[in-house]
C-alpha cells in the first residue's frame, strides 16, 4: 500500500502568561540611560558655548577698556595738536593772501616773449604800458591799404585766444585805431585787462 501523502502536523501550543509592562527591561542600554545621556550633553555643549561667548564679550570688554584708556590719556595732546592745526590754517591762509597780494600779476619778461613771439610781420610796438589792473600796447600796422586796415583788429583776437593770456586776462580788446595819412600807416592801442584779485 501507497502511503498517505497527507501529513499531520502537530502544532506545539502553550498559554502565554506573561505582561510585558511588568517584566524588566533586558536591553543592553536602557531606554532611561539614553536618554537622560542625551540631555546631559545638549547641557555640556550649549554650557560650552555659553562659556565661549563669554570668554569672548570678557576679551572684547578688557579690549575696549585698554583701548578707552588710551584715547583718554591721548586725549590732551590730540587737543594741543588740533589747536595749533587750526592756528597754522588760520595763519598759512594770511601768508597766501600776502603772498598773493605782493607778488606779480605775471612775469614780465614771459609776456614780452609771447608779444614778441605771436607779433605779426607788419605791426611794430611803439609802447607797452603796464599799470596796476592790466597792460596797454601802442603800436602801428604798416600800410595805409584797406587789407591792412583789419590786422590790429586780428592781432588782439589772437592775443585773446592764447592760453597763457586767457588764464590771466579778463579781456583783450582793440580800444582804438586811428589811420595816419602822413605816414601812411594805421595806430592802434591794444588792452589787456587782468582778472581780478581773488
Known amino acids: 500500500m501507497k502511503p498517505s501523502k497527507q501529513t499531520t502536523v502537530s502544532t506545539l501550543w502553550h498559554p502565554n502568561f506573561r505582561i510585558v509592562r511588568d517584566l524588566p527591561d ?8 539614553a536618554i537622560n545621556a542625551a540631555a546631559v550633553a545638549v547641557v555640556v555643549i550649549l554650557a560650552g558655548v555659553l562659556y565661549q ?5 570678557a576679551a572684547i570688554q578688557a579690549q575696549v577698556m585698554e583701548w ?3 584715547i583718554e590719556s591721548n586725549t590732551p595732546r590730540y587737543q594741543k595738536a588740533l589747536q595749533l592745526q587750526k592756528e597754522f ?3 598759512e591762509k594770511k601768508v597766501r593772501e600776502i603772498e598773493a597780494f605782493v607778488s606779480p600779476r605775471f612775469v614780465s619778461s614771459d609776456f614780452l616773449k609771447i608779444i614778441s613771439e605771436t607779433l605779426p610781420k ?5 609802447s607797452i604800458e603796464m599799470y596796476g589792473t592790466g597792460v596797454r600796447l601802442r603800436g602801428m600796422v604798416v600800410g595805409a591799404s584797406e587789407q591792412s586796415a583789419p590786422l590790429a583788429k586780428e592781432y588782439a583776437a589772437k592775443l585773446a585766444a592764447l592760453p597763457a593770456f586767457a588764464e590771466q586776462m579778463e579781456s583783450v580788446r582793440l580800444n582804438s585805431q586811428s589811420r595816419d595819412q602822413i605816414g601812411n600807416r594805421f595806430q592802434f592801442e591794444i588792452e589787456l585787462k587782468l582778472k581780478p584779485r581773488k
Do not use: G, H, M, Q
Not at 533586558?26 to 540611560?33: D, G, L, Q, W, Y
Not at 561667548?53 to 564679550?57: D, G, I, S
Not at 607788419?122 to 611803439?126: M, R, Y
Open 53 to 57: 561667548r563669554e570668554t569672548a564679550t
Open 68 to 70: 578707552t584708556t588710551t
Open 89 to 91: 590754517a588760520t595763519i
Open 122 to 126: 607788419l605791426i611794430a610796438l611803439d
Open 26 to 33: 533586558t536591553k543592553v542600554i536602557r531606554t532611561s540611560f
